[in-house]
C-alpha cells in the first residue's frame, strides 16, 4: 500500500475545496487535494450559464471560467492532487484511504483535513413517485451534466418537479436547445430558489410555473409518456379532484439539495439536524481537532462567491492548525434558531473571536414574509443586533456581522438567538 503525507488534505475540488487549498498553501504549509473526478473544478465545470464571481471578482463568469481562475492560482501556490480518487474512509485520527486506477489504494496522513465534498440532489427513491419506472426520470443536476458535458439532450418534452435554482436554469438551459418545459410545478406555495433566476430562466421565457402542485403519479412503460399533477393543501397533501395529466417524455427533480455528508459520519463528527452538515465554529472547525469543513458540506449556500469565502476560512484555519497557531479554547457562545428562522451557521463561536475581529452569521427563515421584515439576535433580556430587511424568502440566504462591541454583553451567558419577525 502506497503512503502518502501532506500538511493539509482537501477532500473534494469544488469552489470551497479550491479556495481551502490555495488558502493553505499560500501560508506555505504542503497541501493534498483529493478529487473523484478526472479533473478540478468539481460542480463547476458543468455549470455554463453566467452569473459567478460578481462579488468575488467584480465580474460576470461562466462556472468553468471562475474554477479555472482558482485552478491556477492553486497550482501557482504549489497545491498537488490525486485525481480521479476516490476516498474510501477518514478515521478519526485523520488517517485518509484513497483508492485510484494507478497506485489502488493509497494511505495518507496530514496533520489537518479539510471537508469539502459538496451536496448532492434528492432522488426520486426519496420521494416516493408512485407510478412506473420508466426511461425519462433525472434530477436537474444529471441532466445539466448530459447537456452541458456529454453533449446529449435527455428528452424533448419536460415538465421540471420543484423550483430549485437548478431546475430554474435548466428550463432556460433546454429552452435554448429547442425543447418545450411544459411545466415547472412547486409544492410550496413560494419559490424555493434565488429570485433573479426566477426571473431571468422562468419569467423571460414564458415557461409556466406553478405553486402547490407536484407529481402525483409518472406514467409510461419504456419511457415517460406523461405525469400527473396534482394541487396539494397546506399539509402538502393532495387535494382530490385536482388531478391533471400532463404529456411530457422527460421529468427532471429538482427538489433539494443535501449535504455530502457519509465521511463526516463516519469520523464521528457531530452533526446539526437542521442544516444536515457538520457543527461548525467561526473558523469552520468540526468537533474534531484539526478537521475543518466548507461550503456546501456544511449548508448549502446560494451563490459560489460565499462558498469561495468559506473555504477560505477553512484552508486559513487548518493551515493555523498545521503551524501551531490555533486560537486558544475561550468562551463559547451557541447560537440558537429562534422565531421563524430554519437554521444559523456557524452554531458556536469563541467570544474572544467576536470581541477582536467580529463574527459572520448565516441563516435561513422557515416562511416568507413579503413586506419589511425585523431580525434581532439577543442574548437573554439584552437586544445585541437589529437590521429591518424588506423581505424573507426561504431560498435567500441572509448574512449578518456580529460586531465586536456587542460581546460586552456576551460574558455572562452562553447562547444567542436570532429571530425573524414582521417589523412593527
Given amino acids: 500500500?502506497?503512503?502518502?503525507?501532506?500538511?493539509?488534505?482537501?477532500?473534494?475540488?469544488?469552489?470551497?475545496?479550491?479556495?481551502?487549498?490555495?488558502?493553505?498553501?499560500?501560508?506555505?504549509?504542503?497541501?493534498?487535494?483529493?478529487?473523484?473526478?478526472?479533473?478540478?473544478?468539481?460542480?463547476?465545470?458543468?455549470?455554463?450559464?453566467?452569473?459567478?464571481?460578481?462579488?468575488?471578482?467584480?465580474?460576470?463568469?461562466?462556472g468553468p471560467e471562475y474554477a479555472q481562475r482558482y485552478i491556477e492560482r492553486a497550482r501557482q501556490a504549489g497545491v498537488q492532487a490525486l485525481l480521479d480518487s476516490?476516498?474510501?474512509?477518514?478515521?478519526?485520527?485523520?488517517?485518509i484511504y484513497v483508492t485510484n486506477p494507478r497506485d489502488g489504494i493509497v494511505e495518507v496522513h496530514p496533520k489537518a483535513i479539510v471537508l469539502a465534498m459538496g451536496c448532492r440532489e434528492r432522488t426520486r427513491g426519496a420521494l416516493a413517485i408512485p407510478g412506473t419506472?420508466?426511461?425519462?426520470?433525472?434530477?436537474?443536476?444529471?441532466?445539466?451534466?448530459?447537456?452541458?458535458?456529454?453533449?446529449?439532450?435527455?428528452?424533448?418534452?419536460?415538465?421540471?418537479?420543484?423550483?430549485?435554482?437548478?431546475?430554474?436554469?435548466?428550463?432556460?438551459?433546454?429552452?435554448?436547445?429547442?425543447?418545450?418545459?411544459?411545466?415547472?410545478?412547486?409544492?410550496?406555495?413560494?419559490?424555493?430558489?434565488?429570485?433573479?433566476?426566477?426571473?431571468?430562466?422562468?419569467?423571460?421565457?414564458?415557461?409556466?410555473l406553478e405553486f402547490c402542485r407536484t407529481v402525483a403519479e409518472v406514467r409510461g412503460r419504456k419511457r415517460v409518456e406523461a405525469v400527473v399533477s396534482v394541487a396539494v393543501d397546506e399539509q402538502r397533501r393532495p387535494i382530490p379532484g385536482t388531478e391533471e395529466v400532463i404529456p411530457c417524455d422527460t421529468l427532471l427533480l429538482s427538489v433539494g439539495l443535501i449535504p455530502e455528508n457519509e465521511l463526516s459520519r463516519r469520523m464521528g463528527i457531530h452533526m446539526d439536524p437542521a442544516t444536515g452538515g457538520p457543527i461548525v465554529d467561526e473558523r469552520m472547525g468540526t468537533s474534531l481537532?484539526?478537521?475543518?469543513?466548507?461550503?456546501?458540506?456544511?449548508?448549502?449556500?446560494?451563490?459560489?462567491?460565499?462558498?469561495?469565502?468559506?473555504?477560505?476560512?477553512?484552508?486559513?484555519?487548518?493551515?493555523?492548525?498545521?503551524?501551531?497557531?490555533?486560537?486558544?479554547?475561550?468562551?463559547?457562545?451557541?447560537t440558537v434558531a429562534g422565531k421563524n428562522v430554519r437554521?444559523?451557521?456557524?452554531?458556536?463561536?469563541?467570544?474572544?473571536?467576536?470581541?477582536?475581529?467580529?463574527?459572520?452569521l448565516q441563516l435561513r427563515v422557515r416562511q416568507p414574509i413579503e413586506e419589511k421584515t425585523r431580525l434581532t439576535v439577543t442574548a437573554e433580556t439584552k437586544e445585541l443586533f437589529r437590521k429591518t430587511l424588506r423581505y424573507v424568502r426561504p431560498g435567500e440566504m441572509i448574512q449578518i456581522e456580529m460586531e465586536p462591541r456587542v460581546g460586552r454583553w456576551l460574558e455572562n451567558t452562553d447562547s444567542v438567538v436570532v429571530d425573524i419577525a414582521k417589523a412593527d
Fill in 86 to 95: 476516490m476516498v474510501l474512509d477518514v478515521l478519526p485520527d485523520r488517517r
Fill in 289 to 334: 481537532r484539526g478537521v475543518f469543513a466548507a461550503g456546501n458540506v456544511v449548508h448549502v449556500y446560494d451563490l459560489v462567491d460565499w462558498v469561495t469565502r468559506a473555504g477560505e476560512v477553512a484552508g486559513r484555519s487548518a493551515a493555523e492548525h498545521v503551524l501551531g497557531l490555533d486560537r486558544a479554547s475561550g468562551k463559547r457562545i451557541r
Fill in 343 to 360: 437554521l444559523v451557521v456557524p452554531q458556536v463561536f469563541g467570544l474572544d473571536a467576536l470581541l477582536e475581529q467580529g463574527v459572520q
Fill in 1 to 62: 500500500m502506497k503512503t502518502m503525507t501532506t500538511d493539509v488534505a482537501v477532500v473534494g475540488s469544488g469552489p470551497a475545496g479550491l479556495a481551502a487549498a490555495t488558502a493553505a498553501a499560500e501560508r506555505e504549509v504542503s497541501v493534498l487535494i483529493i478529487e473523484r473526478e478526472i479533473e478540478l473544478g468539481g460542480i463547476l465545470q458543468q455549470c455554463i450559464h453566467n452569473g459567478f464571481g460578481v462579488e468575488i471578482f467584480a465580474q460576470d463568469l461562466t
Fill in 133 to 208: 419506472r420508466p426511461a425519462g426520470v433525472y434530477t436537474a443536476g444529471t441532466a445539466q451534466r448530459l447537456v452541458n458535458i456529454e453533449g446529449y439532450m435527455p428528452g424533448r418534452r419536460f415538465v421540471i418537479l420543484g423550483s430549485g435554482d437548478i431546475g430554474m436554469i435548466m428550463a432556460r438551459r433546454l429552452t435554448f436547445e429547442g425543447a418545450v418545459v411544459e411545466r415547472v410545478l412547486e409544492n410550496m406555495p413560494y419559490l424555493n430558489g434565488l429570485s433573479r433566476n426566477y426571473v431571468q430562466c422562468i419569467r423571460d421565457y414564458n415557461i409556466p
